[in-house]
């Protein structure tokens, strides 16, 4: 995938197919502002009113105590961006905002946008992570009380379009019992599983800073009928035993190299025979891929955010071997085709 400007009459046509500086101007400075205005209007509550009592901008302005003409100029730019429309003076909200960005959207990712804010000073400070490798750690750095829930809220989001994929492919031996979802959050990725595996029931492990969020958004997404919680560190807390199932979901990236070998090896004593491990993770770009904006662009900010990145399906299947494992897969879906499930089994 590619992202930039598209020309809407001759004039801009001739000037962005002549190759000349003005391109570069324009993809320094629009999607800045453009992704800004976006997260302004998410954090503000701009689209939640607007979907509710569409109007003028200053009429907006002067509910959320804004300035009117900045204001005026900020939807202007969603304007552009296909976020609202403009019907005589009033704005109002388009359809695709309505299923993308509100809260009430079962598809949407409007959380994610507030989550995508957060990591602004972070992707700032990409200079610093050119230089030395290594990004801050967004659980410690960037995360506090109020901070968690927009987080868990995002991978919610997220984890609606992809649990079911996951779900579907994690083979589980007849009769199993017991899952252990490790830093789960909300625990869909689990709850899936458990409900196309009965009996099998969830416990998620999570930070005791999240655990009480999590716990929330598992009750309002109707999940605690096979999901717990409880509070612990993978890297050093008890992980149980007699585990049929054991999932690592959107976790690795998050750790070093040496604390995912670490992590999978203690896995391995906690688990039953023939129980599975199910690695779910964004696939970094391979050796002489061809350019892709959200893969490549994916993959950098997440060395922005940790203090590792996205790792190799090799380093997943190695990792894997050396604690043991075998019967070791890597999936890859044409649906999406960034991410990739890595499964073991213990024989």
Known sequence: MRYGAIAENVAEERTLGAGTAAQALLDASMPLVQAKCIMLAARLGLFEYLHRSPGEARDLAAVLHLDADVLDLVLRVLWSAGYVRLSGRRYELTRFSEVAVLASATAGQGAHIGLLEMFWNAIGRLDDV????TGVDVHDELLSGAD????QRAMLEQARIYAPLVARFVPVRPGARRLLDIAGSHGMY???VCRAHPPLRSTVLELESACEQAMRLAVAEGLDDVVTHRSGDALKDDLG??????LLCNLLHHLTREECAALIARIKPTMSREGTIAIWEWRPPEDDAPPDLVRDATSLMFRAISRAGC????HYTGWLREAGFGDI???KSAVTPHHVLVTGRVL
């Open 148 to 151: 968690w829930g927009v987080y």
């Open 241 to 246: 035993s007699q585990n049929d199932v054991v």
């Open 130 to 133: 050119l230089r030395v490798g």
């Open 329 to 331: 897969a890597a999936r």
């Open 190 to 192: 689990g709850a899936l």
């Open 311 to 314: 790792h190799s399906v090799d």
